[in-house]
């Protein structure tokens, strides 16, 4: 099993920056990819960033220039630096990484609970 924990999401003022962290744990043989979704009030989840274990990394439009995304192997860790934020970043955060149990197995998607973003002045 592998659990996933998100932190550092808070309330910012509008061309603030915040950083998150997510940490992975648990059993596993390797993650394949992580990323950062979002889910505002009343709208769908949606990506923000990904990063795959080949170093390709994919962000939504919406975030391009402003956020970057980082990992540390070693540590099962991925960093999302988030720069000159608005009210339209505002929502939930949520970390995602595609694990694998074992080398023959397949990835599957694991969720942390979310941590919550708010651009406010």
């Known amino acids: 099993q592998v659990q996933v924990v998100e932190s550092g999401g808070g309330l910012v003022q509008p061309g603030g920056s915040l950083r998150l962290s997510c940490a992975a744990s648990?059993?596993?043989?390797?993650?394949?990819?992580v990323g950062w979704y979002r889910q505002a009030p009343g709208k769908q989840r949606e990506l923000v960033a990904l990063?795959?274990?080949?170093?390709?990394?994919n962000y939504a439009d919406s975030v391009k220039g402003r956020f970057t995304i980082s990992r540390n192997n070693a540590e099962n860790t991925v960093d999302l630096q988030m720069n000159s934020l608005n009210p339209e970043d505002t929502a939930v955060y949520y970390c995602?990484?595609?694990?694998?149990?074992?080398?023959?197995?397949?990835?599957?998607?694991?969720w942390g609970r979310g941590t919550q973003v708010t651009v406010s002045s």
């Open positions: 990063m795959h274990n080949g170093g390709s990394i």
């Open positions: 995602n990484a595609q694990a694998r149990i074992g080398f023959s197995t397949p990835s599957r998607d694991y």
């Open positions: 648990g059993s596993f043989f390797r993650i394949d990819v």
